[in-house]
């Protein structure tokens, strides 16, 4: 059964640092999505992306945020300076459509900023 | 804004008992409705899903219906089994791209 991959499945970093998370969605996806769950909180949306483009984001998504698809499988997040804040479990999905068709997860990456 | 209120955990129980968990949502609009099970060391996966007021969602045993005048989508299996351990997250679409997720509730089934 196809599955949304996620690398590494751990990262730890300096405060400052630029980190970079890797996501392979399911082939035949259009979709793309990364969502965040800081320890203990909410399973909450950073984006989406169709397209090549970002189609909607939360306030959480600010300048440090930004996503690409630099080739035809993978899909990352790349946050441009971290901030303790941001140790968090992070979660890429895909799905064949958007609104209300299901959402496919991958395993999460969690990333530890010291 | 649209919101997912579910029940704290953990929930304990012993094998064969009947699981409730709650949850309920602020929306506007008619959103759609979901339960997502995360098994540890796995990503969330879909358990059932209600579009529409008074649908009925079910999977594995699971069941969740749609109850727009209590607004909830309370998750109920009549036997669980340890092999159900696992976190359980109620969600909705509000026909955006996002899904706006509950806190998630862990779930421990002991023999």
């Known amino acids: 059964e196809p599955e949304v991959t996620q690398t590494p499945s751990h990262q730890v970093t300096q405060m400052g640092q630029e980190v970079i998370l890797r996501c392979v969605p399911i082939?035949?996806?259009?979709?793309f999505y990364w969502y965040r769950q800081i320890l203990g909180q909410k399973v909450e949306f950073l984006v989406s992306?169709?397209?090549?483009?970002?189609?909607?984001k939360s306030e959480i998504f600010d300048d440090q945020f930004s996503v690409e698809r630099p080739d035809g499988s993978n899909f990352t997040l790349k946050i441009r300076s971290t901030k303790l804040e941001d140790s968090a479990m992070y979660f890429c999905?895909?799905?064949?459509?958007?609104?209300?068709?299901?959402?496919?997860f991958g395993p999460g990456t969690r990333l530890t900023v010291t | 804004g649209n919101s997912v209120t579910q029940m704290e955990g953990p929930v304990t129980l012993s094998e064969e008992a009947f699981l409730t968990i709650n949850c309920t949502y602020t929306?506007?609009?008619?959103?759609?409705l979901f339960w997502y099970v995360q098994y540890p060391g796995e990503g969330l996966q879909l358990l059932l899903k209600?579009?529409?007021?008074?649908d009925k969602g079910s999977n594995k045993g699971f069941e969740a219906t749609y109850r727009k005048e209590t607004t909830s989508f309370h998750l109920e299996k009549g036997s669980v089994q340890v092999s159900d351990s696992a976190v359980y997250f109620c969600?909705?679409?509000?026909?955006?791209?996002?899904?706006?997720f509950g806190t998630g509730t862990r779930l421990q089934v002991f023999p």
């Open positions: 999905a895909s799905s064949a459509q958007r609104g209300n068709w299901e959402q496919y």
């Open positions: 082939s035949n996806h259009l979709y």
């Open positions: 209600a579009t529409k007021a008074d």
């Open positions: 929306a506007t609009g008619y959103p759609s």
């Open positions: 992306f169709y397209n090549n483009e970002i189609s909607e």
């Open positions: 969600a909705l679409s509000d026909n955006t791209d996002k899904l706006i």
